[in-house]
């Protein structure tokens, strides 16, 4: 069974970085194919996705946000983590991460309950 | 970047009632796309991808359909657990992109 839980600071306060952590189960980062995403929702928009690290710790951006986001992997602790420099009031929203179902670019299966962010001085 | 537009943004139903909702690309994504159901505070889950393939264990009253640029969920007799936001994504191009969300609602 897949299961997904985001972690991180609640109030994170304008030019500060961010850091998110997802902790995961039921499956190994280090398996062929796997990928975890990282994707986020401001209030009252649609989603948008942020990131993609790959079992080979090939990584993807969010081309608007390249500059501004990193993610990294933890395999000894079941852990994907995503950095956000300099945040602004816009990126308040709340956070999810997903597990990317093999074979299926971006498609993602399994996803976490979401972690809320607020950004505000 | 691939635009995504659900309609509607919400309805009103009735249990028993067959819902459609639709996801409109704004280009070509052939058929990768899926569907998902979220509820407030808890993990958005997927119901189907490429289109039309049900995720394993989704209740088989979902169905989904389209290729191209005009997908339909579809709810066959809406269950009490149903009402909920429903959202398109598409993974054809890269980034990947999110519909605006269908909230259903009891009548």
């Known amino acids: ?121 | 970047d691939i635009q995504m537009t659900q309609s509607p943004s919400s309805l009103s139903a009735s249990v028993g009632d067959r819902v459609t909702i639709t996801c409109r690309a704004s280009e070509d994504i052939s058929h990768h796309l899926a569907w998902f159901q979220h509820k407030p505070g808890k993990a958005p889950k997927s119901l189907i991808y490429s289109a039309s393939r049900l995720q394993v264990g989704v209740p088989t009253h979902f169905s989904g359909s389209g290729s191209g640029t005009d997908f339909t969920l579809t709810i066959n007799g809406l269950q009490p657990e149903d009402f909920a936001t429903y959202f398109c994504q598409q993974y054809n191009y890269y980034p990947p992109t999110f519909g605006g969300g269908t909230k259903v609602e009891i009548k």
């Open chain 1, 1 to 121: 069974q897949i299961t997904l839980k985001e972690s991180g600071p609640t109030l994170v306060k304008p030019t500060q970085t961010l850091t998110l952590t997802c902790s995961f189960s039921g499956f190994s980062i280090n398996t062929t194919g796997v990928a975890v995403g990282w994707i986020r929702q401001p209030p009252g928009k649609a989603l948008e996705w942020l990131a993609l690290i790959y079992w080979d710790d090939d990584k993807r951006y969010r081309p608007s946000l390249n500059s501004r986001l990193a993610i990294t992997k933890d395999s000894s602790k079941n852990q994907v983590i995503l950095t956000m420099t300099n945040v602004d009031p816009v990126d308040t929203g709340t956070y999810y991460c997903a597990h990317r179902r093999a074979g299926l670019t971006f498609f993602f299966d399994y996803w976490g309950q979401g972690a809320p962010v607020i950004v505000s001085s």
